[in-house]
């Protein structure tokens, strides 16, 4: 925790009457990829911005690269690359210019040239920023957020109003910096995303975290049911599925039944067996293992997304 | 240092891309010129002359019409808060505002005194000197009174109204459409306090009555002007914000009572003494007199 290269402590963020942020705390390892998920409006964006010298925290203590964001905050802007939510560039602003641009600012600079190669944005160097695409935009946000070779990145719902292809586009993006051992502090809330990208997850609801660890620790220390989804071609009621060996629950969601087990193997073979006896049959089988989702769930009773 | 002159360079650029930029900084400016050198002066070169001080000053104070607009529209659309996390700092974006609006502002001016030489043969243009660092004032002072719109103002439509609200009184109390001398007295005294108002007279008088760098008017109108210029800018930098929700700092407000010191002064001087009102009149009166347009001799100020 010590020698953290981004520590948060106790953070607190409010906005008028409004506190967005209640006592945030998390350390952040080199090399790591940390997700904040939650809903919108949790209190994610406030506390990267803090961390990226955008705003002033009202309380608590952050340090990014030893530095503070406030305090240092000229010489942390070197160290750090953001890719924003909600922000943009002049329309009539070229691709080309646009890193050129943006990687003059700095001391330590990346080659635009190659940057533009790797985010296949080659093509587009002297396309109009209002011009490009919702996923270009984007990619070239990510792009820039690399010029001054960072420390830490930050990024932002990076895949948010992306469509799916896209969405997989950048995660790839992502993917390879993680392999290059890249420091990404990055806010979702998606859960595939942060399955799918990052070492370790807070999890962030209403201004506090909620739950922190590995994706795979957070599922495992969850109730840590798997769910079962099965169709039916007669009814059955919940009684009898909920009675099955390892089911801890099971109701009915539009015709499909959802069975949630602790033994899922069991669960499905005693499912078999009564149904031969009932003369009844299984249409479709569906097994889903435990996700964030459910933890997010299990932990507020409300769904990340409605 | 760097980033302010890669800053400057982009503004510029991003400038001479935008449609809106040619029409307020290049159609409006000649349309007046036109407007005053072909139908008021009647095209006659001692008229043109008269009237060259008053169109460049609208020129020149056009500036705070499209800086105010383009950084609100850089903060609206998050474009600021992009540049917030390098480190690029307020000061390099308003200073490279005034600069690359100063750049952009010239050859406008420029191209005005080449058509009253070349298409309505003035052949003299009174003392260059003067005139052009009161361009230079005028452009950088009214550029700075934008970047306070621009921060006082949350959005695009807010801008416009203001600006509107500051451009009324500065088109038509000044002098600049409306000759000083034929308003009326009360209407007048109002103008007294407009920095626009000391712009256009002594523009006026530098390229029509050759007002030397030392003359009197030319020196306090000077030093109005760069303490406005000055005070102007250093609010418009306490007053800068990068994000649209943030808030203006309540000391800054007291600040913007402040930057009207100057003229303030200026104008309970000119109002006892009515000095501008005067030459104005004896200014407008030469144009129409059979004599040369030249100062009298008395005018040393």
Redesign the interface.
Known sequence: MANSILQVENLVKRYGDVEAVRGVSFAVEEGEVFGLLGPNGAGKTSTVEVLEGLRTPDGGRVSVCGLDPQRDSAALKHEIGAALQSTSLPDKLRVMEALRLFASFYKRRRNPEELLKRFGLEEKRDTFYNQLSGGQKQRLALAMALVNDPKVLFFDEPTAGLDPQVRREIYDIIEELKREKKTIVMTTHYIEEAERLCDRVAIVDHGKVIALGTPRDLKAHSGGTTRIEVRLSKPESNGTLKSLEGATDAREVGGTYVIHSKRPPQTIVSLVKHLEAQDNELVSLEIASPSLEDVFIEMTGRRLRD | M??FA?LTR?RI??TL??KMFLFFSVIMPFGFFFLYAGIFAKGVPRGVRYFLGPVIALTVMGSFWGLSAALVM?RE???L??F??????SSDMLASSIVANFVLTMPTVIVEILFARFVFHVTSFGNLFSAFLLIALGAMSFASLGLVVASVTNTMQETQVINQLIWLPLIFLSGATVPLASLPQVVRRVGLFLPATYLVTELQDAIYWSAAPWSRDFLIAVAALVVWAVLTFFLSAQLFR??P?SKIPGRAKLLVAATAIPFLLLGILENSSSHTISKAKAMAESVDAPSEPDAPSGNAH
């Open positions: 760097t980033n890669t982009m650029q991003l891309r935008n850089f659309q998050g474009i808060r992009r917030h996390v390098t480190p690029v700092t990068w994000e929700e």
